[in-house]
């Protein structure tokens, strides 16, 4: 394939006309080579791309009067802290615009990015493995409320759902209040929002020197 994201303009009718590509390697571009899914997000600033020809997630800078897009970056497989991205194919950004999930065949993972509001740039927070469950994993959707992520895993067989609920605790160390006894920091659990690595409900704070207590 060309390796591309094109866009049209579109009338009142709905009619489609004035093609115009930005493609893989040229200009600058970049994490568009067998480019199988594009997600925009929520605010409609930015667009990114499932590249599972070189295991990318293309990011792009969107001109919300023209529609054109503009390369900003590329999260990549194996570089820096970035895993789960061998074959990635699908793409979600979750509802409040503050995190972007993918879903990778061959790594047969769910991956979760922070994304910045005010750039659209990614920085890498997870993967997420289930073997068994999520072997495959090909597509992946936010539900509209943020408190679920929905993944299809085609050598599975399966539907995966990844449901965030009930309080969310911190870990600072002392002096920080962080127990439940102490009024700690907690929050409900959403899709788009958690205290520490991975989303995870905790019945109580666990304080550490690191704050990585429930990591």
């Known amino acids: ?10 009338n009142i009718a ?13 200009a600058g571009a970049d994490g568009l080579a067998g480019a199988a ?3 925009l997000s929520p605010d409609g600033r930015n667009a990114y791309t499932a590249a599972p020809s070189e295991d990318k997630i293309g990011i792009f800078v969107r001109n919300p009067s023209t529609g054109a897009l503009a390369f900003l970056g590329v999260q990549t497989n194996l570089v820096g802290p970035v895993t789960g991205l061998d074959g990635i194919a699908g793409l979600a950004v979750s509802p409040d615009g503050a995190y972007l999930f993918g879903a990778a065949n ?5 991956t ?17 493995t289930d073997p068994g469950n999520l072997d495959g994993a090909r597509a992946v959707a936010a539900s509209s409320d943020g408190q679920c992520v929905y993944v299809a895993a085609q050598t ?15 870990d600072a160390p002392s002096p920080y ?3 439940a006894a102490n009024a700690g920091a ?11 690595g991975v989303p995870d409900a905790d019945p109580d704070g666990q304080p550490s020197a690191l704050a990585d207590g429930d990591d």
């Not at 061959?106 to 769910?110: E, F, K, R």
């Open 106 to 110: 061959l790594s047969s993972a769910l």
């Open 1 to 10: 394939g060309d390796g591309a994201i094109t866009r049209f303009t579109r």
């Open 112 to 128: 979760v990015f922070g994304r910045d509001p005010a750039t659209g740039a990614l920085a890498f927070v997870a993967a997420i």
């Open 177 to 179: 209040a962080t127990l």
């Open 37 to 39: 899914f594009l997600a």
């Open 14 to 26: 709905g009619n489609l006309s004035a093609p115009l590509a930005v493609i893989d390697n040229q």
């Open 156 to 170: 599975a067989n399966t539907v995966e759902a990844w449901c965030f609920t009930g309080p969310d605790f911190g």
């Open 186 to 196: 907690r929050h409900s659990l959403g899709a788009g929002a958690f205290l520490g």
